[in-house]
């Protein structure tokens, strides 16, 4: 591409020295000169007036391109900004249309809820914690079952005076008693990892099948009855032939949470 420019910038050169070398003839005296003398210079001054022709469109396309490079670079920025505007627009939208759902959720509630949003989680651990924006001072305390528009989240287990650490049902070492919506019949659920749950004590005559819902059954002192906390997506038994390994997906996506409520 330099090479290029290169050779371009020396044949300018050249036409410019030819176009001034020309331009000299007009100089001359050609009054005693002989005729055959003047016929060539008559023809190089009429080319050097076509060169000169030459180089001012040139010199006036060139302009004409870069004139119009310039405003389609501004055309272009224009465009940008306006699609940039344009998402801010579907950003705000998206972010009032989920302030509204959670507010109806929480007036549709029958407890007292306090909202919050996330505002930190761990990158190796994130299905087993998360940090929410509100504290002692919004009335959060330790203990709190915490729920989202979907069902059941986990529960907090410290409260700072602005944020609170909420345990998520993910977690290994979190244990739910549900009951299956469909027959009634009590479990334990418990964290497996990420965004899955494991029923506990399933027997192989249990009767429990794939789609089942299963809600919280009301024996725990943290949560209360009737809250989503998963559906059942497979059922095998297991190796002993005596168990059946039940996988529950959690009926909030936890790898989506950003507001949460606290159950007071």
Partial sequence: MRRGYFFLLKLLILIVCLGGALKLLAFLPLEKAPLFLTDKIAALQKMEKGVENWLADFAETFRLVAVRRGRDRQYEILYRQQRAAETLLQAAAYENNRLRAALRFQRGYSGYLTPAEITGRSADQWFRFVLAGQGAKAGVRAGQAVIAEQGLVGYAEAAGADSARVILITDPLVNVSCVNERTGAIYVLAGKDHNRLELKYATQHSDIQEGDRLLTSGYS?????????????????AANNLTKKVVVTPCVDLSRLDIIFFVR
């Fill in 221 to 237: 002192y943290r949560y209360k009855k009737g809250l989503p906390v998963g559906v059942v997506t497979r059922v095998e038994l």
